[in-house]
T-cell receptor, first 113, second 114 residues
């Protein structure tokens, strides 16, 4: 089955700096890579996702890059703000079947004002 | 206001008791899921249902049971057979049962076994 590793487990950055969270996966059949953000005491919410036919996707201050050869994908947050403080989860899975998604262990990101 | 509602938010249970967590959605989604979240671990799938009156075991189904009698409801029962039930439980739904896409989560239920 799929195995997803996520690093780092905790990350602190100064407000305005960039943050990068990395995930690796094991199953070459995985084609769908979402990122979820969970603020303290709140529900996880999808912030961005990428499919294997795309190498990079951007949405304002967040971007995700995918390297299928190396089996890793990363979340980049630029110009970080206090509201970016949260736990971020990556996941990997096939194009069909949310039930087949495997989640990473999460990264707690803290933005230092 | 559309979304997923989980109840109760906090629940305490004595060992040996069964407990049922409620999950209701008004998004008209076909697929619903139950995940367990433990500190330092990713979300792990307990059960999922792609259509009414049908459900499948996920990766950690032992000690849990579900039902899907209505499209909008997917309750989870944590039975006394679950060896380590203290955890945070998340319910989710999605539009397309056969595809992959956004999971819409509830706010979770925290179960503590005393």
């Amino acid at each position: 089955g799929e195995n997803v590793e996520q690093h780092p487990s905790t990350l602190s950055v100064q407000e305005g700096d960039s943050a990068v969270i990395k995930c690796t996966y094991s199953d070459s059949a995985s084609n769908y890579f979402p990122w979820y953000k969970q603020e303290l005491g709140k529900r996880p919410q999808l912030i961005i996702d990428i499919r294997s036919n795309v190498g990079e996707k951007k949405d304002q201050r967040i971007a995700v890059t995918l390297n299928k050869t190396a089996k890793h994908f990363s979340l980049h947050i630029t110009e970080t703000q206090p509201e970016d403080s949260a736990v971020y989860f990556c996941a990997a899975g096939p194009n069909f079947g949310n039930e087949k998604l495997t989640f990473g262990t999460g990264t707690r990101l803290t933005i230092i004002p | 206001d559309g979304g997923i509602t989980q109840s109760p938010k906090y629940l305490f249970r004595k060992e040996g008791q069964n407990v049922t967590l409620s999950c209701e959605q008004n998004l008209n989604h076909d697929a619903m899921y139950w995940y367990r979240q433990d500190p330092g671990q990713g979300l792990r799938l307990i059960y999922y249902s792609q259509i009414v009156n049908d459900f499948q075991k996920g990766d950690i189904a032992e000690g849990y049971s579900v039902s899907r009698e209505k499209k909008e409801s997917f309750p989870l029962t944590v039975t006394s057979a679950q060896k380590n039930p203290t955890a945070f439980y998340l319910c989710a739904s999605s539009i397309a049962p056969a595809g992959t896409g956004e999971l819409f989560f509830g706010e979770g239920s925290r179960l503590t076994v005393l």
